[in-house]
Nanobody, 125 residues
Framework: QVQLVESGGGLVEPGRSLRLSCAVS????????IGWFRQAPGKEREGVSC????????YYRDSVKGRFAIGRDNANHTVYLQMTSLKPEDTAVYYC??????????????????WGQGTQVTVSS
């Protein structure tokens, strides 16, 4: 009943844009928070952004503020991450996840209970 499926990753040049989508079950939208995370090879998984499906409240980590935007389309059961001005440092596998905790700041991975399989984003010239 709790499902999250990421899509939209790929290879993109620095400065370009990419939109990631997370298709979720309707039940998943009842969770207090849905977040986007990323993990580069050999690095810790880090929180990118989170959103409260109920009212659309959003939070971002400092390194993506002004470049990334999280949103949701509850009618279509989708949470997206619009990424602009991409940098090589953004290269990672991106995951969406659901948490029983609130979205009240940049997300931490250990607060999240259900995870998608991830989608690869590679930023390179």
């Amino acid at each position: 009943q709790v499902q999250l499926v990421e899509s939209g990753g790929g290879l993109v040049e620095p400065g370009r844009s990419l939109r990631l989508s997370c298709a979720v079950s309707r039940f998943t939208l009842d969770f207090p928070a849905i977040g986007w995370f990323r993990q580069a090879p050999g690095k810790e998984r880090e929180g990118v952004s989170c959103i409260r499906p109920s009212d659309g409240s959003r939070y971002y980590r400092d390194s993506v503020k002004g470049r990334f935007a999280i949103g949701r389309d509850n009618a279509n059961h989708t949470v997206y991450l619009q990424m602009t001005s991409l940098k090589p440092e953004d290269t990672a596998v991106y995951y969406c996840a659901a948490s029983r905790r609130d979205c009240s700041g940049p997300p931490r991975h250990y607060w999240y209970d259900y995870w998608g399989q991830g989608t690869q984003v590679t930023v390179s010239s």
